[in-house]
Structures are given as structure tokens and as C-alpha cells.
């Protein structure tokens, strides 16, 4: 690469602008995209961050200057996330604005919040004389009475207890002000979310680590000891301890003076999670969520910023955190699809977290019981370093797993979604008073199609992915854009017993409701737990036996702790088997075993039931067993043969306009220039999104393949160069997002 595109940051209004620079022979190498340089600027010399590079130049010959310097320096936090921005534009698209935006989110200043306090300013027998010509008048305010007694007490009040607790008026403080007794003095005060908390106080101990545990927190220690920064996966089973790994590694990296980011799915469903760590680190710790106010959320990052905490929890937005001196970032649940941004730019966490490590000489560490195969691959060829915790850290043991199919249930004429051996189970626990969860996976309802007689899906004959059913009549490939009619027949079996399978939770509440007139129910999803305690309701309800059934979608078997459910339902497993995408069966793998673990946390003969339309199914079959090594395996050897990541990578460009007809011609337009350009990539006429219309506007989109993620990135920047090309088609606006 010849060519640098540096972004000037000149004005403090952050504009998009960008100017290439040449590359000189002597930095060639050296300079990647978010690398920090000198550069020089009119009659000036100033830095700039490079967004990206290319062999093509774009400016007038004569007007080309040279980069003049890399800066290696250590950044300060702001430093550090402009360089991050240029990286995540250079390599997830959208604007540069857009990008700084995302990193910067703090640029508005929120006014601090004050705290007052009222000390007292006069000699205390002045006070006492006061307070004498006081208690001689007949009638005398009892406000001023007993403020000047606490003050006789103790000198220094806060204002909200004088006018909360002791209520005295605001008037009668400012009258003693005057006089001279009392000063007030206002003192800034960090608006702090977990003030809750903090006054809950609890006979919580640190446990003892197992051996497993403690040789991970060692072995990591000793290497960040002699300076190694690299990227950890912690494989280790649901309730195999890792949190408390986690901490022990923070505990380490903030004693040798850095501050951790740890990052966390979701905060509603992880409440368990912050409580220890607040328990364990005080006021060092604090969160970041999407229900906090500006204020809320500026303070903290404030607080990040001058040092007066040291680790922050929050989803992946969190990872922007101005703290200058991050010695480790924590990926909980890294697999989470909650990690990936859906605003623009469409960054991963896991990869912008190594990025920003990198610039800060931080590591990272990922966990999960069901890592992500991109990552299980990374540590299996030796980029990232693995720990395995295999066992749960207590004495409880996994659940045991049963697979019900649901053809044998059809045949046998039991079209309920409850399978009689699940009704059996549920009776069971019913009668012994204990309690159950059933899950309904809702993931991926988008239309598939298949066959509930022999549990065949219609795939695309080109993409070995579901085909979805559009409007009632036509089944499309939202890979390659294949289409053909909706069939009415299954071409396997034959059988009429052929659509798309539509359930809700409500639904199944009603069936349960049916079968078990007498059993108490609870229902969580997206209705019943809309407002800001809503989660915690639910779920504190159901952890005291307010109810003997919980049933749900994905948020019950996320994080929480219900150590008396000793039966987890879960009723379709299939949904998001067939969504259509490369990781369908990821997915369904990583839910399943979530499910399963929720049950039996404590120890009693739990059982999980899996009911299925396809019980061969490898990720059935191995979540089944507890069997990641077998799942992945079979899902890696896949993946290869069919060039999907981490073999081979993805380029959605997303092309949307109002106007159906010129989302068409940008289509046709830009399919055409990257076909000119398509060396080492394979690029797909323009279809459908799996949505082809959101809100009255058009959706198309460019899929482009390639074994390289370098040449996406290029391919990316030429789609972008080229809508903003003079002779490019007007109305329509393009959207990339790499690997989905
Ligand atoms: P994970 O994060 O892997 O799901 P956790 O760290 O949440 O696991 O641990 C699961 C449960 O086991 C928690 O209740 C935790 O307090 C407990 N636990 C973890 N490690 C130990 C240990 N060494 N000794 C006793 N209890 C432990
Ligand atoms: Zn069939
Ligand atoms: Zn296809």
C-alpha cells in the first residue's frame, strides 16, 4: 500500500474530513489503519489518525505530501479511542463521524450534580448562646432547634439530612448562614447507580478457589507479571466458576495500578453478577447500562477518567470507557450476539476489545461455556491462549438431558406442543412441589418452512440454508437471492403437514394452564417485562416459589440462578436450527446448553427435555451430551468446506432507499463496479433482504465472499468510493456489515 487516508482531527468540530497522504518508503509496513501520525497540515505539522490505506491515488500528484512520523507514544484515553475510531471506520465502514460518535459518546458535557453541606462557622458557645435566647422565647421554631443541637453534636451536616431527616427549611439554614454561624459549601458528587446496593450490606465471603480455578488466576498472573499481553479463552461449563476467576484476575490487574473493563451481555439478566462484584470491590467498581440517565452515565465515565474507579461492568459500549491505563478487558458470554453492534458502525466487541487492548498493552480475556467457534478456533491454533474448567465449581452436577422427538409425538396423534413425556415430568414436579421452566425459542421465527410429519426444511439448492417463506406464496434464499413457489406438499414424505411454525408464550401459558388447572404460572418475554424493574419482578417472584411454572423466551436461560428448578422444558429446539444463516446451528447449540444448564444448579436429579423435529441433528445431539468438543468439530470441519468464518469471510453491503426502483439501479450499479474488481472474491448479484422492506423503505443487498478479511475491507472502501462518485445513481444509501 502506497497511499494513507489520515483523518486531521483540526477542529473541534468533528467533521468527516480526510486527506491522503504517500506513504514514504522508510514508514512502508508500519502504518495500519488507526495508527497515530504526523502529518503535514498547511504550514503546520499535526497528528492524524490513518483510516484506512490504498494503492490508488486520489489527490492531484503535485499536492501529495508525505507522512512524516508513526507515533508509538503511549496515547492518553482520548488519544487512544480516536485511534480506535479510525480503526473501526477503516474496518466496519460508515463515516468517520459516525465512528467517533460511537467511541466518544461523552462529548456532551452534563452539568455536575452538587452535594451541599452545612459546617458549622461560629465558636460552639456562640451556638449554645443561640440556642439559649431560643428556648427562652414561648414560641420558637422547632426546625432551628434542632439544627442547632445536631450541629452542637457534630460540625459538619450535609444539607439533604438537615432538610430530609431533621426537615428544617431552607429558609431558616440560610438565616443562620447570615448570621455568620454556619458556612454551606457545595462539593461535586458523582451520580452513583449502584447506590442501592451499596447500602445493602450482606454476609457475602470470597470463596477459596478450586485447583482448576487457581492455576488459571496463577498462571495468568505470573505472564501478566513479566508483561505479556494476549487474548485468554476460559472454556469452562455453566457454573464452573468462572466469574470468580474473572475477579481474581481483576483484583490482580488493579492492584499493579490498571483498571479492567468488563464486559457483560446484558445488566438486567446479569444483576447477580454485579452484586459480586460490588461486594467484592466496592467503590472501585461501577456499571454502565442503557437505562441510566446522561447524567448517570457521564459521571461514570468521569469517575473513569480521573481514577476514582478502576473497573467498570456494561455492555459492549463499555468498552469505551476513558480510563487511560486498561490492563485487562473481560469478555463474559463472549458468544453473545448482543456483542455485535446493530448501529453503524457494526462493530464486534470481541475484536474492537483487542484492538483497544492493543493500544493500551492491555489483555483480554473471553469466556463461555459455549465459546464461539470463531474463537474456539483461534485458541485451537494457538492465537489465543485456552483454559478449560470442565466441572461446576460446586457440588451440583449438570442436568441429565432428554431428547423427545416431536415426529414420533405427531404420529402417535399428540399435536400439543407439550410432549407426553414432558407432560409426565411437569406432573412429577408438580406433585413434589417442585419447580420447572419452559423455553421457548423464539430466535430465527422468520419464516422457514418445514415438515412436521418428518421434520424435513426447504433448503436452497445452491446455499445449504433454509429457504423463507415471503408473503404466503414464494420461498427465498437471502444468500444467493434463489427463489421458487411455496410448495404445498413435503418432497420428502410427502406429507400435507407442511408451513411455518408460529407459537407464542401466551400460547403456551394457556396450554399449560389447560393441562394443569392447579399449577401456578409465570410468564417472562419482552411483554411482561417491559419497564425498568420489570425483569427483577419476575424473577424474584419466581426465586421465592411464587410459582411453580416459568415460561419464557431467551431471557430465562440467561444468568440467572434458580437453584430449585429441577425440570427445564424446552419446547422447540428446531426454530433457530433453521434460521437461515452459517450460524444456525451455532446458535441452537449455545442456547440448548444455556437451557440446560439453568437446571439442577443445586444438586437435586435434575432433568432437561429437548424436544425436537430433529433429534439427529448434530447440535442436538451434542448439546445433549455436553459434547462442545463434538459439536465443534463437526461445525469447524463444515464451516471449511463451505468457506464460512473463520475460512472464509462475509461482506453484507445493505443498499436502502424509499424509492424501490432506485435501490435497483444503486444494486445494479455497484454489483457492476465490484464485478470489475473482483479478484480473490466472489460477489452475488443484488437480492432481497430477509426483510425486504422496513418501514416503506427498500432493502437490498450485495453478498461478497473472500478467504481474506483485508480484501473485504477493500472491496468495502471501493462500494464506498463509488456511491459517492458523480455518476452514481442517486437515492439510495449503503450499509456494510462484515460476518454478520
Ligand atoms: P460461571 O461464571 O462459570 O457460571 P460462577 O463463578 O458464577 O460460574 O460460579 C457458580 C457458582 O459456584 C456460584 O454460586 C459461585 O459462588 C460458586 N463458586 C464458584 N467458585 C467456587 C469455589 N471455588 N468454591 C465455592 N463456590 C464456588
Ligand atoms: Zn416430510
Ligand atoms: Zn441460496
Not at 483 to 491: D, F, H, S, Y
Amino acid at each position: 500500500m502506497h497511499y494513507a487516508d489520515v483523518y486531521v482531527d483540526v477542529s473541534a468540530t468533528r467533521t468527516d474530513q480526510s486527506y491522503q497522504y504517500l506513504i514514504p518508503e522508510e514508514l512502508s509496513g508500519m502504518i495500519v489503519p488507526g495508527s497515530r501520525v504526523r502529518v503535514p497540515f498547511g504550514y503546520r505539522s499535526v497528528t492524524g489518525y490513518v483510516i484506512g490505506l490504498s494503492d490508488e491515488l486520489q489527490v492531484d500528484p503535485e499536492k501529495l505530501r508525505d507522512i512524516e512520523s508513526v507515533e508509538n507514544e503511549a496515547l492518553g484515553s482520548d488519544g487512544q479511542l480516536l485511534s480506535l475510531a479510525a480503526w473501526m471506520h477503516a474496518n466496519y465502514g460508515g463515516t468517520m463521524s459516525q465512528a467517533l460518535r460511537c467511541v466518544l459518546p461523552s462529548a456532551k458535557k452534563q452539568p455536575p450534580r452538587l452535594r451541599k453541606i452545612i459546617h458549622l462557622a461560629a465558636d460552639r458557645q456562640v451556638l449554645s448562646d443561640e440556642l439559649a435566647v431560643l428556648l427562652k422565647r414561648s414560641r420558637h421554631s422547632l426546625g432551628r432547634e434542632r439544627l442547632i443541637r445536631e450541629l452542637l453534636e457534630s460540625p459538619d451536616i450535609p444539607w439533604d439530612e438537615a432538610t430530609g431527616r431533621l426537615s428544617v427549611s431552607s429558609a431558616v439554614i440560610r438565616d443562620l448562614e447570615k448570621k455568620g454561624l454556619i458556612s454551606i459549601e457545595s462539593i461535586r458528587s458523582y451520580r452513583d447507580p449502584l447506590g442501592r446496593m451499596r447500602s445493602s450490606d450482606s454476609n457475602w465471603t470470597i470463596p477459596t478457589l478450586n485447583p482448576a480455578q487457581r492455576a488459571i488466576a496463577n498462571d495468568f498472573a505470573g505472564e501478566f507479571d513479566s508483561g505479556i499481553r494476549r487474548t485468554y479463552l476460559i472454556h469452562g461449563v455453566t457454573g464452573s466458576g468462572k466469574t470468580e476467576v474473572y475477579m481474581e484476575m481483576m483484583e490482580h490487574v488493579i492492584r499493579q495500578g490498571r483498571s479492567v473493563i468488563f464486559l457483560i451481555p446484558e445488566i438486567a439478566l446479569t444483576y447477580q453478577t454485579v452484586m459480586r462484584l460490588y461486594l467484592r470491590f466496592s467503590d472501585k467498581v461501577s456499571i454502565l447500562h442503557s437505562r441510566m440517565s446522561p447524567g448517570e452515565r457521564y459521571d461514570q465515565l468521569e469517575r473513569a477518567r480521573s481514577g476514582d474507579i478502576r473497573i467498570i461492568v456494561g455492555p459492549r459500549s463499555a468498552l469505551f470507557t476513558p480510563f487511560s491505563d486498561i490492563g485487562l478487558i473481560i469478555i463474559d458470554e463472549e458468544h453473545e450476539s448482543s456483542y455485535k453492534s446493530e448501529a453503524i458502525p457494526r462493530y464486534h466487541a470481541r475484536e474492537t476489545a483487542i484492538e483497544r487492548a492493543r493500544l493500551s498493552g492491555a489483555s483480554v480475556v473471553l469466556g463461555s461455556a459455549t465459546p464461539a467457534v470463531e474463537s474456539y478456533y483461534e485458541s485451537e491454533t494457538g492465537h489465543y491462549k485456552r483454559y478449560d474448567l470442565p466441572e461446576r465449581a460446586t457440588a451440583s452436577s449438570l442436568p441429565d438431558v432428554e431428547i423427545v422427538d416431536l415426529r414420533a409425538e405427531l404420529n402417535a396423534g399428540n399435536r400439543s406442543i407439550i410432549s407426553r413425556r414432558l407432560a409426565a415430568l411437569l406432573e412429577e414436579r408438580l406433585d413434589r412441589g417442585e419447580q420447572s421452566m419452559l423455553f421457548l425459542n423464539r430466535r430465527g421465527m422468520a419464516g422457514f418452512v418445514s415438515c412436521r410429519a418428518c421434520g424435513e426444511v426447504i433448503k436452497c439448492p445452491h446455499c445449504d440454508v433454509s429457504l423463507s417463506l415471503h408473503g404466503s406464496q414464494r420461498l427465498v434464499c437471502h444468500y444467493c437471492g434463489y427463489t421458487q413457489p411455496m410448495i404445498n406438499a413435503c418432497p420428502k414424505c410427502g406429507s400435507k403437514y407442511i408451513g411455518t411454525m408460529k407459537l407464542g408464550t401466551e400460547k403456551v401459558e394457556s396450554v399449560i394452564r389447560d393441562m394443569f388447572p392447579k399449577a401456578r404460572t409465570l410468564r417472562m418475554d419482552a411483554d411482561t417485562t417491559k419497564g425498568r424493574e420489570g425483569h427483577s419482578k419476575i424473577i424474584e417472584t419466581f426465586a421465592d416459589h411464587g410459582a411453580d411454572i416459568l415460561i419464557g423466551t431467551q431471557m430465562i436461560v440467561k444468568g440467572h440462578d434458580f437453584s430449585d428448578v429441577s425440570l427445564m422444558g424446552i419446547l422447540t429446539a428446531d426454530i433457530s436450527l433453521n434460521a437461515s444463516d452459517h450460524k444456525s446451528s451455532e446458535r441452537t447449540f449455545q442456547l440448548l446448553t444455556q437451557a440446560c444448564g439453568r437446571a439442577g444448579r443445586r444438586g437435586q436429579n435434575a432433568v432437561a427435555v429437548i424436544q425436537t423435529y430433529q433429534p439427529e441433528h448434530f447440535a442436538v445431539v451434542s448439546a445433549a451430551g455436553g459434547d462442545y468438543r463434538g459439536f465443534y468439530k463437526r461445525e469447524i470441519s463444515y464451516r471449511k468446506l463451505l468457506s464460512y468464518p473463520p475460512f472464509g469471510h462475509i461482506l453484507f453491503i445493505e443498499i436502502t432507499s424509499k424509492n424501490k426502483d432506485q435501490a435497483e439501479r444503486m444494486g445494479r450499479y455497484l454489483a457492476e463496479i465490484l464485478r470489475s474488481r473482483s479478484e480473490n472474491a466472489q460477489i452475488s448479484d443484488p437480492a432481497d433482504c430477509s426483510i425486504a422492506r422496513i418501514n416503506d423503505v427498500y432493502r437490498k443487498q450485495i453478498v461478497i465472499r473472500s478467504a481474506s478479511y483485508a480484501r473485504l475491507v477493500e472491496l468495502k472502501d471501493i462500494a464506498d468510493r463509488a456511491v459517492r462518485d458523480d455518476t452514481a445513481p442517486r437515492g439510495a444509501d449503503i450499509w456494510f456489515d462484515f460476518d454478520q
